[in-house]
């Protein structure tokens, strides 16, 4: 399996230049680090799209520290549960790679060996996953328009990231399994009631996808406790909630600690 030009959507094929071109000479160069942007300049909505160095390190430290470990967990059980025979995985919006990397170790077996295709708009956090984990295959595209043949991948998960259903049904073969995860309803609640006067609860209604069979809900609930400032640094900074917290609240936070909700809603849809 290979790209496809995110101009012309005809195949891609790696040159001995260590660039991808594809026959009608859209050319796109490698990095260093191992991975591809193909996000044309003309596609952009904004000089450096998705998530800034700042939220990308934050989210990498705190998740090196293992907070959200269950939830990697949780997401390859099901994988191994549900996809026995997996050539090509995706991960639509992987960031730097904690869950690719994760769920890429369980299921690749030297009997039944895999690729990992990771995805992600944010130059900052493919560059830093391409470079720590230079056996899974990276590139910087959009989700809504996906530089993926069709019918590509057996299992694709999505972890906190937008998508388009047509693109889901395009890169997903038929019976191919997505594995979706979306906040509980009382997923940082804690943080939210420090925020809103009437903090609302997120939906818990079933996720439907057209063109995929629903196949099953399953809930990851646990509490985290954080002592220590940079971690509680780290969470709020890798979250929206960073923008809406005032000075004042964060520096509490940082001297008292943080008990906080986390809720987990993960969804399973096979392709029909």
């Known amino acids: 399996m290979s790209y496809i030009c995110p101009i012309c959507q005809q195949p891609l094929e790696k040159q001995q230049s260590k660039s991808w071109s594809c026959v009608n000479n859209h050319q796109f160069d490698a990095a260093k680090e191992g991975y591809v ?3 044309p300049v003309q596609k952009k909505k904004s000089k450096d799209p998705g998530d800034n160095k700042e939220m990308m390190l934050a989210r990498r430290e705190f998740l090196n520290k293992g907070y959200y470990q269950k939830l990697s967990d949780k997401v390859n059980e099901l994988a191994n549960q549900y996809q026995q025979n997996v050539s090509n ?17 369980q299921i690749n077996q030297p009997e039944k060996p895999c690729q ?3 995805l992600d708009i944010s130059k900052t956090a493919i560059k830093y996953a391409a470079k720590r984990y230079p056996h899974m295959q990276f590139c910087v595209a959009s989700v809504f328009e996906m530089p993926f043949a069709d019918n590509s991948f057996d299992l694709a998960i999505r972890i906190y990231a937008p998508s388009k259903v047509e693109e889901l049904q395009r ?18 609640f804690a943080i939210k ?14 996720s439907e996808l057209a063109g ?7 809930k990851l609930e646990y509490l985290l406790e954080l002592k220590d400032k940079n971690d509680i ?3 709020l900074n890798m979250t929206p909630y960073a923008w809406k917290l005032s000075a004042t609240q964060k520096q509490l936070m940082a001297e008292e600690g943080l008990n906080c909700e986390l809720d987990f ?8």
Do not use: A
């Open 37 to 39: 942007n193909l996000l």
């Open 193 to 206: 009631q420090k925020i809103y006067q009437h903090p609302r609860l997120h939906p818990d209604e079933p």
């Open 89 to 105: 995985i995706l991960d639509i919006g992987c960031g730097e790679g904690y869950y690719s990397h994760r769920l890429f170790e």
């Open 171 to 188: 890169v997903i073969k038929s019976g191919g399994m997505l594995i979706t995860v979306s906040p509980g309803p009382k997923h940082h």
């Open 116 to 118: 990992l295709w990771g």
């Open 212 to 218: 995929f069979e629903y196949v099953s809900q399953h």
């Open 265 to 272: 809603k993960i969804e399973l849809h096979r392709r029909k």
């Open 233 to 235: 640094e780290h969470l």
